[in-house]
Every structure is written in structure tokens, then in C-alpha cells.
């Protein structure tokens, strides 16, 4: 957003930047905050935004203790290879810097607060104004405000049940022995993070000279075992080689094609539309062989067609086998097209998704939305590597628990699973260590930390409307709350967060668009952004926010929270 801030061109720009931690780009993810130094990024520098440099550039300028400490060689790094997450970090609080100072050169005055932590956000609709309330008390107003909050983990348990986490970060939470069973929820990116930290507390990681990785547990961790808990029993795919690098930029359906779909169904946007267009296409065109065992599948025939068969091997040999896939891939710099096209989908629904109907949203979250989440996590090679050198010490297992599994906290610590077990039996397993790794989730309109929004009605529940009043009839019937019947008459669907429109603007429960409030704090919004790409998403919503963000006024201040 600050990118897009200086590049607008706008003279008489005043931008405060509000920051609880004591540096600006890094984040949660690739700060202490989200990482250790055994997390590395699923990204490489050729996927991501264009900031100021690139990172291949940036890396000759790391001092040669902290390359060293992470076993990098500048001459034989390329944009193509992946980087440990903190060092990532530092990179993005490199390009911050370096886009603060071109901001002075144009003339942009920014005040960046350090260890300012917003407690609350305050729209003055009569002033035309957003007042920004910081823990202290003290309080300033803006003609624009954005909110950029980004990863948000609230504490349920954690604190008061020993040995319980609702998220595994900060991961310096999970650096102590565990001489027992641990268990997971959750088996994407997020859950490979928890494994990765309490693996190396309580063992070590080896090669022989075969090159394969191994683990050992330490002495004194004679039982450390974790097992991780999924509902579909399945692993992320491993990393490839990607042909698009920027993952379908160029591919979102324009306005005209998003409007003329809603013109001939009554308002909607249909999901199979987007799917032919944004997938099936794709795969035609890149890989005809594939096409012809899909071409007449539709969304839930192709799910099922990929899904029987990860669910028929074991998740540890799927994983075995898609990492030989992918080592090929990126050796021989060929996509595995079906999978690309996977992600190319899911960035390129996710902007104009506020528009399908509710029953297309269901389909969405109960089909395609659990594909998506294992196949575009991109475990990077040696993530796979680490968990099947647990899996092979038999340190590592995994239960498919289904929809109905249950997490009870235990007040003496950690918590006790119930799940059903492929054989129907109903389970009870209690666990000492219990780790929330399911990753970042979609928050209710209610977890909002900016009180005054809510009380003032500043923002509205995000809502979608049924076509077919029966199907929501059927639903509240079978006692489901997020089923409401509007005063207009018609039937809508809660879905998580807040309402906003193709600026990211708020919008109150009449519709009516806020000039002074924009949101990219993803949790915030997952009702109608149901996937985002980190800074892919950030680049295509910040675009969007600029064409909307300034009005007549020749001096704007703006705060970035």
C-alpha cells in the first residue's frame, strides 16, 4: 500500500504509519513473531511483487556472517531458490527503508510510530474524518485511514490451559522438550511450522552420505512423537516449477466479463462460470492430455476425480512421489499444469467472489476451498523433507478426524481429541501437548478489535444473497444460524468478517460505501476474499484502494495501520 502511496503521484502527501512491533515489513510471518530460523518461505523472489530491488540483488548485501549463518553462497543464489523466513524478513524491512526514502525524495512526508499499538479506529462521518485511538490514549484523526493488521491469532486457551496453543506462533512458544505425544491439528503450511520447531527441540536432523535426510530424537525426548490431525487425511503438495510466477495476474476476469455473466443470472456470478474460464481453459491450453480426463467434469466431478486418488495412497508416500514429481519439475522447468492452474483459480476468484450466490459459496467451502488448501500450500522441498525424515524414524503419523472431531482443553493441560476413526469407531485420545495449527482463520464480524466500528455501525456483517429462497428455507430448518431472512424479504448467508466492496472500501448495512475507510487485514474480510496470496493479494488490493483513495482535496493525510 505504501508503494502504491508513492507511486500515485498525489503532491502534499502526509502518510502515518502506526506499527506495534520496532520494524516495518517483515510482519508476522517473517519476523520472531512467525519464524525461527529452521522456517523458510514457500515464495522464491521471481514470485513475488516487484518492490524496489530484487531479492537475488539484495542478497550481496547481507553481511557475510548472516549468509554464512544460513549457508548462502550470493554467487550461487537466484530469484528461482527459496530463503529462510527471517532473512526474508530482513529483505522486506530493507525494501520499506528503501521505498521511505524515495518517498522524501518526491516530497512525501511519512511518520512511521514504532510500538504503536491501535486500540481503536473511529469514523466522524459529520467531520469527514477516521480518528485512530493507540493504547495510550492518544488519538489523531485523518481524512483516510487503511487498515493492514494482517495475521491475527486470538487466545481461547492458551494462557490458561497449560500446554495448549491456539496458534504456533510466536514459535519460540513451542522451544522446550516434549517427552511424549503431541498432537496437531491441522496439516498445511501452518502445522509444518509447529513440526519443523518442536522437532528441532527435541532431536536432530542428519545426512549419511546417500544424502537422505534423517532424525534422532535426543536423549533425554526418548518418547517425542507428534501426530497430526486432518480432516481430509491429507498432506500439501510439494513445490514446483511454476510457469506463471505471478500466478495469474493477468487472468482475473475483467469488470465487463463479471458483469455480463451477472446480467444473463439474475445478479449473481456463477462459480462453474469462473471455473471453466479461470481453470478448465487454462488446462486445455497448457496440458491437453490432462483436459481430456476432465473436459466434462464439472467443479465437484473434478474434485472427486483428484481427491479419490490422494485419499486412496497414504499421505506419506503421496508425499514421496509428488516430491520426486516436483524436483523434475523444477530441474526440467516444467509445470505440473493442473496444479498451477489450481492456484491460478483461487487468486483469480477471490476478488470478484463477493458476487456468487450463497449456494455457489457453500459449494465453494465445502468442495473446492479443501482442495485448494493442500494442493497450492507449495511445501517448499525441504519442509517435505523434514516430515518424511520424522515420518521414516516413526516420529510422525496422521488421523483423518473428519468434520464432526471435537478439541476439549483439559484444565490439568492440553486437550483431549475426539474424532470418528475410518472404521466408524468413535475416539477419545487424550494428549499432554496440544498445538491449534490450522492456520490463519477466518474471523467473525464480532472479533473486530475497533469497538467503535461496531457500536457506531460503521461496518456490516458480510452477506450473501440465495437464488432459491427454498434452499434457505431447508437450511434454517436443519437450525442453521448463518441462514437470515433479510427486511427486504430475501434470504442471505453470514459469511465471515466485514462487507466491503472492489475498493476494499466499508460499507454499512444500508450498502453505503465509506470514503475514509479501507481494509486489507485479510482475517477481516475472508467472507468475501475466501483465499489470498500474501503479496500477491496485498499488490492486486492496494491497486485498488489507490484508484479509490483520493478525492478533490489537494492535501490528504492517510494512516496505514
Known amino acids: 500500500m505504501y508503494k502504491q502511496l508513492i507511486q500515485s503521484g498525489i503532491s502534499g502527501l502526509h502518510v502515518v ?14 519476523s520472531h513473531s ?5 522456517h523458510i518461505t514457500n515464495v522464491s523472489g521471481n514470485e513475488i511483487p516487484e518492490l524496489v530491488t530484487s531479492v537475488s540483488d539484495w542478497i550481496y548485501t547481507v553481511p557475510k556472517d548472516t549468509l554464512d549463518k544460513y549457508g548462502i553462497d550470493p554467487k550461487k543464489f537466484n530469484d528461482y531458490k527459496v530463503l529462510p523466513r527471517l532473512l526474508f524478513g530482513q529483505y522486506l524491512t530493507a525494501q520499506f527503508n528503501l521505498l521511505i526514502k524515495m518517498a522524501k525524495d518526491k516530497g512525501i512526508e511519512t511518520d512511521v510510530r514504532y510500538g504503536s499499538y491501535v486500540t481503536d479506529v473511529i469514523d466522524h462521518p459529520d467531520e469527514e474524518l477516521v480518528e485512530v485511538v493507540v493504547k495510550d490514549g492518544v488519538s489523531q484523526r485523518y ?9 491475527l491469532w486470538p487466545l481461547k486457551n492458551e494462557g490458561q490451559i497449560p500446554n495448549y496453543f491456539d496458534s504456533p506462533y510466536p514459535p519460540a512458544k513451542l522451544g522446550s522438550k516434549a517427552n511424549h505425544t503431541i498432537a496437531v491439528r491441522g496439516s498445511s503450511l501452518t502445522a509444518i511450522d509447529a513440526i519443523r520447531t518442536l522437532a528441532r527441540h527435541n532431536g536432530e536432523f542428519y545426512k549419511k552420505d546417500d544424502g537422505i535426510l534423517r532424525f534422532k530424537a535426543d536423549i533425554d525426548s526418548p518418547d517425542f512423537n507428534i ?15 511454476l510457469e506463471d510466477t505471478h ?25 462453474d462460470y469462473v471455473f471453466e474460464q479461470n481453470f478448465k481453459a487454462g488446462i486445455q491450453k497448457n496440458d491437453p492430455e490432462f483436459y481430456e480426463k476432465i473436459r466434462d467434469l464439472n467443479m465437484e466431478g473434478f474434485v472427486d476425480f483428484v481427491m479419490e486418488l490422494r485419499e486412496r495412497l497414504d499421505p506419506f508416500e503421496l508425499l514421496k512421489a509428488e516430491y520426486v514429481e516436483a524436483e523434475k519439475s523444477i530441474k526440467r522447468r516444467e509445470s505440473v499444469y493442473w496444479k498451477e492452474m489450481l492456484a491460478i483459480l483461487s487468486f483469480a476468484m477471490n476478488y470478484p467472489a463477493k458476487y456468487f450466490s450463497a449456494e455457489d459459496m457453500l459449494r465453494l467451502q465445502k468442495t473446492l476451498m479443501p482442495l ?12 517435505a523433507e523434514t516430515l518424511l525424515a520424522l515420518y521414516q524414524a516413526g516420529r510422525l503419523s496422521m488421523i483423518a478426524v473428519g468434520d464432526d472431531s471435537e478439541v476439549v482443553p483439559r484444565p490439568e493441560g492440553g486437550a483431549t481429541y475426539k474424532y470418528t476413526d475410518d472404521e466408524g469407531n468413535r475416539q477419545e485420545v487424550i494428549y499432554e501437548t496440544f498445538v491449534d495449527a490450522i492456520g490463519q ?8 478489535p475497533y469497538q467503535s466500528l461496531l457500536d457506531n455501525r460503521t461496518v456490516s456483517r458480510a452477506r450473501l444473497r440465495f437464488r432459491d429462497a427454498s434452499k434457505a428455507q431447508a437450511l434454517l430448518k436443519k437450525g442453521d444460524t448463518k441462514v437470515v431472512r433479510h427486511t427486504d ?19 454499512d448495512e444500508f450498502n453505503a460505501l465509506n470514503e475514509r475507510l479501507y481494509v486489507m487485514a485479510v482475517p477481516f474480510i475472508g467472507g468475501y476474499n475466501p483465499d489470498y496470496s500474501g503479496l500477491d493479494f496485498s499488490e492486486a488490493a492496494s491497486k485498488q484502494i489507490i484508484k479509490r483513495l483520493f478525492g478533490p482535496a489537494p492535501e490528504i493525510e492517510a494512516a496505514i495501520a
Do not use: W
Request: charged share 15%; hydrophobic share 40%.
Open 247 to 271: 500466478l495469474g495476474k493477468d487472468t482475473v476476469l475483467s469488470p465487463q466479463q463479471v458483469q455480463a455473466n451477472r446480467d444473463a443470472n439474475e445478479g449473481f456470478l456463477s462459480l
Open 441 to 448: 482463520p477466518h474471523l467473525a464480524f464480532e472479533d473486530l
Open 489 to 507: 424479504g430475501e434470504y442471505y448467508l453470514t459469511v465471515a468478517g466485514m462487507a466491503i466492496n472492489d475498493h476494499f472500501q466499508v460499507v
Open 34 to 38: 512467525g519464524a525461527a530460523d529452521e
Open 143 to 151: 481524512n483516510r485511514a487503511i487498515i493492514c493488521t494482517g495475521h
Open 17 to 30: 504509519i502506526y506499527e506495534k512491533n520496532s520494524c516495518l515489513g517483515c510482519g508476522m510471518p517473517y
Open 372 to 383: 485448494i488448501s493442500v494442493v497450492i500450500a507449495f511445501v517448499p522441498q525441504s519442509s
Open 227 to 241: 501426530v497430526m490431525h486432518s480432516r481430509n487425511g491429507l498432506l500439501p503438495a510439494v513445490r514446483f516449477h
